[in-house]
């Protein structure tokens, strides 16, 4: 799973080249379709040749859209680059290209369109060779270009190859266990209520779970997840998802706020980042100039304050401290676009290091330059987090030899992790910072939980009869050592993502329950068993009457106590024999096989198999050919 941004100039085919592929008309408004120009961001969704599906966001490709071009692509995983054959490299491609470069969309495919509209094969070969010129030293300089049309469907199996391509090569969104969403449309639905839509980009959003609208504070709670039109109890980072919130209102909400888990991330008015001004820049950039600031689907307006330089030049980076004009959800590490409001121009972009720092900074100030640096590389406790994330779980003694730090500064790191939540311990919390621990990253933990429930959901979906999954058969799926796999389960049941009983592993509130018939079909079974309650049916003769399913759960939830291969009793049955037995042997001190029989007016077969259940479960104790209590 995934998702695709288209770019590219105004009128290159964008809207069509997605409808061609989806089926789905992503213009939604009636405006776009009146004006056959993309207005505001538009969705549809690919079904890929290797079974996957894709999420498409289509953004419109006129100067004057711009801003809502940046609201689509912060969340994207790879880029659809239109460009039409019939005039090649234009100014809104330029400007798209620098913005998937400045937000380091490293995966994508080039669309040369209406390839039909050109009859000479030379001129496509000149606007390729434009292409490459135009795209040489961007982060999508390696992009596949594939000749297409939207008009005749040439070259649209091929492209779908290239998007599959490069989604594989983007990999899976990173979940750092800080589940977001970046409102893009907020909208109501008759007889749901409140929904959004945006992409998760990090974390797992849970059907129940609450959530926060941040930087405005609100409190909701997810009521229903869809994907493509799919309901789904879970969303993992990476998808596009609508989600439909409970307590919070539409009018209360709107493009640019985050969906987030509570704790995860607050609004702020400053920033400190690492900013690369674009080399067309058209002036040098001063200290305190008003631009337009744009992270996710936020957009809002700053003043930038330069801390290492007077002026900055085109082609240069610099450390800055961003203004903003009104609270930004943010966290460190996301990547944001700087816009000139007049001229409205792109001039730069970069990543932050400091979503809340303490104050304003003074300017040249080299302790103020170094603590970004360190920032922006990596404090100790990032480092060892991201060491864990590598191998993970692992031991403190384990991570060691990753880092060049002092084993003083390793245990102040874990400290500091732990206390952030960044990194857990599995099994007993205690054991924290133990060297021998066992240590997962939030992010791990929260794919491995994620794992655990969606095995058991399914399991449970598949086997709806049984109590739960084997504890062999879920280590076995997980594929964890035995001790990552017992801590994995002590934390995962002291979170309440399972819980275990007598070797069966489930998700808590799971419970069998049986159909009318299949009740009518225990109790015939049962009938004959307390018709003959010392000599019932053996299981091979009751099994056709059940089936197998069926009579594993009636052992399971007790109606049947299992005494060996053929024999089993109803369970008031086998306590009146445990008792008796017990008796017996308090009294006599031993008793036989034979006596058992004439005890009950029972065979031979069913007393020994009797006495051998007795053995196993620890009542009695053969000596010769007598038993004698345990």
């Known amino acids: 799973m995934g998702v695709i941004g288209t770019a590219g100039h105004v009128d290159h085919g964008k809207s069509s080249l997605v409808r061609a592929l989806t089926g789905i008309d992503p213009d939604r408004l009636r405006e776009e379709k009146e004006r056959e120009m993309t207005i505001d961001l538009g969705f549809a969704w690919l079904d890929l040749p290797n079974g996957e599906r894709a999420g498409i966001i289509d953004v419109p490709g006129h100067k004057d859209f711009i801003k809502n071009m940046l609201a689509g ?22 400007e798209h290209l620098d913005i998937l470069d400045l937000l380091q969309i490293n995966a994508g495919v080039v669309a040369l369109t209406k390839i039909d509209l050109v009859d000479e094969p030379e001129w496509l070969d000149l606007v390729e060779a434009e292409l490459l010129q135009a795209f040489e030293g961007t982060s999508l300089e390696k992009a596949p270009i594939v ?3 939207s008009r005749t469907g040439q070259g649209l199996d091929e ?13 899976a969104k990173q979940d750092r266990g800080r589940g977001r969403l970046p409102i893009d449309r907020a909208f109501t639905i008759a007889g749901f209520g409140t929904v959004v839509t945006g992409t998760l980009i990090d974390g797992v959003f849970r059907v129940g779970d609450e959530v926060e609208i941040q930087p405005a504070g609100l409190k909701g709670r997810i009521r229903g997840l869809q994907s493509h039109k799919d309901k789904l109890e879970r969303a993992v980072a990476g ?8 307590g919070v209102s539409v009018d209360q909400l709107q493009r640019g706020q985050v969906v987030a888990l509570p704790g995860v991330l607050t609004g702020t008015l400053m920033v400190d980042a690492s900013l690369r001004y674009l080399p067309d820049a058209p002036a040098p950039l001063k200290h305190g100039v008003h631009v337009d600031f744009f992270s996710g689907a936020a957009e809002v307006p700053a003043v930038v304050r330069l801390l290492d330089k007077n002026l900055l030049h085109p ?11 009104r609270p930004v959800a943010l966290l460190k590490g996301d990547r944001f676009i700087i816009r000139l409001p007049s001229p409205s121009v792109t001039i730069g972009g970069g990543v932050i290091v400091d979503a809340h720092p303490a104050r304003r900074h003074r300017r040249f100030r080299p302790e103020v330059i170094e603590r970004l640096k360190t920032l922006a590389y990596g404090t100790p406790a990032e480092l060892l987090v991201q060491a864990l994330q590598r191998s993970e779980p692992a031991t403190l003694e384990e991570l060691r030899s990753r880092l060049l730090l002092d084993a003083a500064a390793i245990q102040h790191a874990l400290r500091e992790a732990l206390a952030a939540g960044d990194i857990l311990v599995l099994g007993p919390a205690e054991a924290a910072p133990n060297p021998s621990a066992l240590l997962i990253s939030r992010g791990g933990w929260s794919r491995l939980s994620g794992q655990i429930e969606q095995i058991l959901d399914d399991y449970h979906r598949q086997y709806p009869l049984r109590r739960g999954m084997p504890r062999e058969e879920l280590k076995s799926r997980l594929r964890l050592a035995g001790r990552a796999f017992n801590q994995a389960l002590e934390s995962g049941t002291r979170a309440g993502v399972l819980q275990e009983v007598n070797g069966s592993i489930m998700r808590p509130g799971h419970s069998v329950t049986f159909s009318a018939e299949q009740q009518a079909r225990i109790q015939q079974v049962l009938a004959q068993f307390r018709r003959e309650p010392f000599t019932p049916p053996s299981i091979p003769e009751i099994e056709p009457a059940l089936g197998a399913e069926l009579l594993n759960a009636c052992f399971e939830q007790g109606l049947l106590v299992r005494i060996s291969d053929d024999i089993a009793f109803l369970p008031e049955t086998y306590q009146t024999m445990l008792d008796q037995i017990v008796a017996h042997l308090r009294q006599a001190g031993s008793i036989t096989v034979a006596q058992v029989r004439d ?5 031979r077969r069913y007393a020994l198999a009797l006495m051998g259940y007795l053995d196993q479960q620890g009542v009695t104790k053969r000596v010769g050919d007598e038993r004698v209590l345990r």
Do not use: C, H, Y
């Open 239 to 246: 998808s596009r998802v609508a989600v439909n919130l409970s």
């Open 315 to 325: 082609a240069e980076t610099a450390w800055v401290q961003l203004q903003l004009e």
């Open 159 to 171: 492209l779908k190859a290239a998007l599959a391509r490069a989604l594989a090569s983007a990999g």
């Open 73 to 94: 692509v912060g969340g994207i995983d790879a880029a659809l680059f239109v460009v039409a054959a019939d005039e090649g490299v234009m100014p809104q491609t330029r």
């Open 599 to 603: 005890m009950f007016g029972a065979s």
């Open 147 to 149: 000749r297409v049309s």
